[in-house]
């Protein structure tokens, strides 16, 4: 499959559009938001597109970035939304607005399995059996063309896996209950980072 990726540094261009529907991805240097930096953002347009922003680390100065996530006429969609949203909101200093998450949809929808991995996902919607290898290398530095590819894979195919769960959702009725759990997510993610990792709902 031709990928056309495009590698931005610091921010996105002034003149770069996308549609109304777009799948993001970030990249991190660990997963402890309080450690490690956001290294990466990852946006597509599902045509087989990915525009990779690479942060400066000493300002994370991306005013048409930071536009784009905050646009509530824009549907983003992640995979795990909770961990990308958290080091969105600690780096950025923003909260996104109109997300799904086909992490939460598969969980709700795929009750027969236990697999909900987006290389699970890929694999099942998709056909694609993806390599998730790089997904533990350095994304803080310069990047190799094998690096830049596994993030545009992390992102170019979400926009069919969301289509493929939300009719899973819709014909078991379960489709308004995603609605509502999604609506959440921010204030999780305001409870991860306030350090309030257990189940709060538990006894």
């Known amino acids: 499959m031709n990928l056309d990726i495009k590698l931005h540094k610091i921010d996105l261009p002034d003149d770069l559009t996308f549609s109304d529907k777009i799948a993001i991805d ?3 240097m660990g997963l402890n938001v309080e450690r490690d930096r956001l290294c990466l953002v990852q946006i597509s347009n599902g045509k087989n597109d990915a525009h990779i922003i690479q942060l400066n680390k000493e ?20 995979h795990y939304a909770r961990s990308d949203l958290q080091f969105i909101k600690k ?20 009750t027969f399995s236990d697999k909900h991995g987006l290389k ?14 790089l997904q533990t290398s350095d994304f803080g530095g310069e990047l190799t063309d094998k690096q830049l590819r596994y993030c545009a894979n992390d992102v170019i195919y979400l926009h069919k896996i969301f289509e493929g769960l939300e009719k899973i959702l819709i014909r078991e009725n379960r489709f308004d209950l995603y609605n509502e759990i999604i609506k959440f997510v921010p204030a999780r993610v305001n409870l991860d980072l306030a350090s309030f990792k257990d189940d709060i709902w538990s006894h």
């Open 26 to 28: 970030c990249e991190f």
């Open 59 to 78: 300002k994370y100065n991306a005013p048409n970035l930071k536009k784009i996530l905050t646009n509530n006429d824009i549907n983003k969609t992640f």
């Open 91 to 110: 780096y950025l200093e923003i909260d996104v607005k109109n997300i799904h998450c086909t992490k939460i949809m598969s969980k709700l929808a795929r």
């Open 120 to 133: 699970d996902l890929i694999k099942e919607f998709i056909g694609i059996d993806v390599s998730k290898q």
